[in-house]
C-alpha cells in the first residue's frame, strides 16, 4: 500500500519537475504540493490502521509496540526523499528526456536508480512485516514481484547514464569511478540474488531444509544490497553535486539541498533496515503454516 502511494506521488512530482516552475505559477505548485503530501499522509495513516486492526484480530504473540509508527515514520521519509529527488531533477536540474536532450536523459539515472533499489526494494524487504497476517505464498509473491520491478527500474536507471556517455559527441569513458564500480556491483549482486532466491524459495521441489538454511544468508545478503545501494545514491550525488556546481557547491542552495537529500535517504535505510531486523517484529508463522512446513 505504502509503496503504491509512493509511485503516485512520484509520478506526480516528476509532472510538477517537468513543467519548470515559473513564478506565476509556483505559488500554485507548492500549494497542490502541500494539499498531495497531506493526502498521502492521511492515506498512509488510514492504512496503516487496517493492517494493525489485522494484526489483533490474529493469533500472532508479537510483540509489536511501536511498529505502525515506524512503519509510518519510513513511509513519510520515503515521501520526502521522492519529493526532494523529484524537486532537484524538475527545477534544479532541468527535468527529463530520453536521448533527445543526453543532459536531461541523466535525470533518468538518479529518479530511477532511488526509486527501484532505494524505494521499492526497501517496501519489498517490509513486505514480511507489514503484511504479515497473510498467506506466506501470497507475501513470497508481492516480495519476488516488487524486487523484479526494482531491477527493471535499475536496468532503464543505467541504460540512461551509459547512454549519456556513450551518445555524447566526445564519448566519456565508462566506468572510471569508485560510484560506478559500486554501483554496477550491486546491480549484479542484486540480480544474483533475484536468480537465487527463485530458485531457491519460488521453484517447486526444494526441500523445506534446504529452504531454511538459505534463508538466513538471502535475508543477510538482501540487506547488505540496500546498504550498498544507499552508499552507491550518496557517492553518485556527492559526484554530481562536485561536477555540476563546481566550486560553487558551498554556496549554492542546490548544494545544501543534495546534501538533505542524502540525510534522508540514510534515514530511510536505516529506519527500515530496523524494522526488518527488529526480533519482536518478525513475523510468526500461523500454525497452520507451520503444519504445511512440517508435513514437506
Ligand atoms: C543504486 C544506485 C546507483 C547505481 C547502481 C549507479 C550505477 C552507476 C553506474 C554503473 C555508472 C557508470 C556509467 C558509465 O560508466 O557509463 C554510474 C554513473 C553515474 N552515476 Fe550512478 N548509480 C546509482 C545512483 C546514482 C545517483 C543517486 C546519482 C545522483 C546523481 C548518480 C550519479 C551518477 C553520475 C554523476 C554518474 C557519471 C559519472 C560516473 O561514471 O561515475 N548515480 N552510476
Known amino acids: 500500500m505504502g509503496m503504491i502511494v509512493l509511485l503516485r506521488s512520484a509520478r506526480l ?3 510538477s519537475g517537468l513543467c519548470r516552475f515559473s513564478k506565476s505559477s509556483k505559488i500554485d505548485s507548492v500549494c497542490r504540493g502541500y494539499v498531495v503530501a497531506v493526502v498521502v499522509v492521511i492515506v498512509v495513516i488510514v492504512a496503516e490502521r487496517l493492517i494493525m486492526d ?7 504473540p508479537s510483540n509489536l ?49 532511488v526509486i527501484g533499489f532505494i524505494l521499492i526494494n526497501a517496501e519489498a524487504l517490509m513486505t514480511y512485516r507489514v503484511f504479515r ?44 569511478t569508485l560510484h560506478s564500480w559500486l554501483g554496477l556491483t550491486t546491480v549484479l549482486l542484486f540480480s544474483l540474488q533475484v536468480v537465487v532466491a527463485f530458485f531457491s524459495f519460488l521453484w517447486p521441489g526444494i526441500s523445506y531444509n534446504l529452504r531454511e538454511q538459505l534463508m538466513p544468508i538471502h535475508t543477510f545478503i538482501g540487506k547488505a544490497i540496500l546498504v550498498m545501494a544507499a552508499i552507491s545514491c550518496l557517492t553518485g550525488m556527492t559526484e554530481k553535486a562536485i561536477f555540476a556546481l563546481k566550486t560553487s557547491y558551498p554556496t549554492e542552495l542546490e548544494g545544501k539541498l ?18 526488518v531486523s527488529w526480533s519482536p517484529w518478525q513475523r510468526i508463522p500461523p500454525p497452520e503454516e507451520r503444519h504445511i512446513q512440517l508435513s514437506e
Request: net charge neutral; charged share 10%; hydrophobic share 50%.
Open 13 to 15: 512530482s516528476r509532472a
Open 258 to 275: 543534495i546534501n538533505s537529500m542524502g540525510l534522508v535517504l540514510v534515514a530511510f535505510v536505516g529506519i527500515v533496515l530496523f524494522i
Open 65 to 113: 509496540k511501536g511498529f505502525t509508527v515506524s512503519v509510518v515514520f519510513s513511509q513519510l521519509l520515503g515521501l520526502v526523499l521522492i519529493v526532494l529527488l523529484s524537486f532537484w531533477l524538475g527545477h534544479y536540474r532541468g527535468g527529463f528526456a530520453w536521448q533527445t536532450d543526453l543532459n536531461l536523459q541523466f535525470n533518468y539515472h538518479p529518479l530511477f536508480m
Open 133 to 176: 497476517n497473510q498467506q506466506k505464498y501470497c507475501i513470497k509473491v508481492l516480495h519476488g514481484v516488487m524486487q523484479i520491478a526494482s531491477l527493471v527500474f535499475a536496468i532503464v536507471g543505467i541504460k540512461a547514464v551509459f547512454d549519456t556517455h556513450n551518445l555524447a559527441q566526445t564519448p566519456i569513458p565508462n566506468m572510471y
Open 54 to 60: 489485522s494484526y489483533e484480530e490474529g493469533e500472532n
